[in-house]
């Protein structure tokens, strides 16, 4: 059975730091993986998706993501965060797409000045 | 309208009663999702319908779970006899049906269940 997590539940960063969201899968053969951003009283919108080729995915907002084979990982990057960016984050896998997707708990980003 | 729409957006109901969700997708998605968001959980799949094939239903918790479509469109989920470990974010996607296509989520329904 595929399974996502996500192991840090809540992440604080100064404005203007680096930051790294850790994302680990398990998954029987490639997967298809996203990233989804939260923010308070929203929808979930996608911020990237791996689903083949070039390893290094980018996003909106500024973000990244790597997709690691070898570690079964698919962190989510970005060089400087902003305010802006406080919100919860999910990391996804699916068979094929969209369609009965599983998701990790999210890791909830707390921007400090 | 541009985006999901999901109805209502705040539901509070009495635990036995019977609920019902509603989701507008976007026009020309033939694909459409329910999740559960409980608090401290992620997302967790609850149904699947693609275009008409016969929806995916193997994530529905209990048999008071049922969805339906109507015309393509419109989507109800519907909880028989509520409990409170219902109480949740119901939220609904659509998208193309297409390898990559993006889902676009509604804001929710959160529903609790006193």
């Known amino acids: 059975a595929q399974s996502v997590t996500q192991p840090d539940i809540h992440i604080t960063v100064s404005e203007g730091a680096s930051l790294e969201l850790r994302c680990n899968y398990s998954?029987?053969?490639?997967?298809?993986l996203f990233w989804y951003v939260q923010s308070p009283g929203q929808g979930l919108q996608l911020l990237l998706k791996y689903f083949s080729g070039d390893t290094l995915v980018q996003g909106i907002k500024g973000f990244e993501a790597e997709f690691k084979r070898s570690q079964s990982s698919f962190n989510l990057r970005k060089p400087s965060v902003h305010w802006s960016d406080a919100a919860e984050y999910f990391c996804?896998?699916?068979?094929?797409?969209?369609?009965?997707?599983?998701f990790g708990t999210g890791t909830r980003l707390t921007i400090i000045p | 309208g541009a985006g999901v729409s999901q109805s209502p957006s705040n539901k509070v109901t009495e635990k036995g009663k019977d609920v019902e969700l509603r989701c507008d997708p976007i026009s020309g998605h033939t694909a459409l999702y329910w999740y559960r968001q409980s608090l401290g959980q992620g997302l967790e799949f609850l149904i699947y319908f693609q275009g008409n094939s016969a929806p995916d239903k193997s994530g529905l918790p209990s048999d008071r779970f049922s969805a339906e479509r109507t015309g393509g469109s419109v989507s109800t989920l519907t909880i028989q006899r509520t409990q409170q470990e219902d109480s949740a974010v119901y939220l609904c996607a659509s998208s193309f049906e297409r390898v990559g296509a993006e889902a676009f989520f509604g804001q929710g329904t959160r529903l609790t269940v006193v």
């Open positions: 998954y029987g053969a490639t997967p298809y």
């Open positions: 996804a896998v699916g068979p094929f797409g969209n369609e009965k997707l599983t």
